[in-house]
């Protein structure tokens, strides 16, 4: 198959830059073309001071990525899309691109922000649905985006307008989400149920597993917030220096944290800087537990596929994806969302039946080996793009040149684009 993937990279490097750079190769491993439309979001700090005051406006519709994109499924003729992140830069008008062209298009759903402008579902240290319970505005009054109103205006606005041209449900043809957790969440927003489905995240190579018991608790992540490093604070003030504890990572905490770890006295706690995946994976697998105490609801964090594969149980948060790709008391235990109490019950408990903690970490790995490996993920996404290919074509439409928000969503059709016939689509997969 020929496919072209669209994603906009994120500033600071993250889990989905990692994961589409992952499919991307599996993909070209397993025999298929793949071309990359790319963006990155670096290009914004070269940007002019009008360019930038116009980011809203191109983040809602970008003539460039429509220009650009009806050029490449002209000359490549692509039998599908697959896009990963198009905020802001690369906007929703590529999927007009690609319906222009009679291409399918996949779109894989890392985070919520087709729901909440912010992508999380979390605000003011707890979990916030009131953009779906009542109106994108809430987030523009909580400054939920970058913690900045104009910010979050930005966002709501390009998710209202594309709902009022009802995008999401006319231009894609199939999602993937990460867990069956955030796949319910999107139904119960409107979404169609049969056009969703679950493929988890995955791990490209299968790493060697822990051959023995690990001598400290583990977090690895970033330092943020919504992730909850704070909580493990105040659970190891409730564990009297009973069970080492390595934080790696970095982030806007990271210099609040350790200053609060001294000044409570906590010796079994050390900060290390965020450490590179090899590195990452030898400290995972000298770990006897991760621990993920995130506030927010989780997709699908690569470094609890990590902790499976290097057989590593997990202690989680338990809800939204967390709870459910940690199975409680089989690869992992859960605990309850927020409370530093519990998660220090928990932890002392795994450390203290070493037993049954190991046995949790080879259910760990065996998971991962049914799961996530890269055979699973290239079957996923293989079957998605057969039943994509194997629906009626749409029809095609009309070039787009720009969006009107004057028109209350309409689009306003230019002097046609000479395009090159676009190759029949492989009604079977």
Known sequence: MKILVVHNRYQHRGGEDAVQEAETNLLRQA???VIEYIRDNE???SCSAYEKASLAWRATWSRRTYRELLEILSGESPDLVHFHN???LISPSAYYACRVAETPVVQTLHNYRLLCPAGTFFRDNHVCEECVSHSLLRSVAHGCYRESRPASAVAASVLGVHRLMHTW???IDLFFVCSEFARRKFIDAGFDAGRIRVKPNFIADSPVSAQELGSFALYLGRLSEEKGPQLLLRAWSCLRDQVPLRVAGDGPLF?????ECARMGLSHVVFTDWIPATAARDTLRSARFLIVPSLCYEGFPM???EACACGIPVIAAGHGGLAEIVRDGYTGLHFAPGDPIDLARKVLWA???PAETAAMGAAARF???QKYTAPAALCHLEDGYGFVLRQPRRPRARPIAFLSLRGAGTVQPNKKIPMQKIAQRRKTW
């Open 351 to 353: 450390w203290t039946h």
């Open 303 to 305: 470094v609890v596929a």
């Open 43 to 45: 290009e914004i700090q």
């Open 86 to 88: 198009t905020f802001p």
């Open 367 to 369: 998971e991962f080996e």
């Open 31 to 33: 025999g298929h073309q």
């Open 255 to 259: 210099f609040s944290l350790r200053a």
């Open 169 to 171: 449900s006319n231009q």
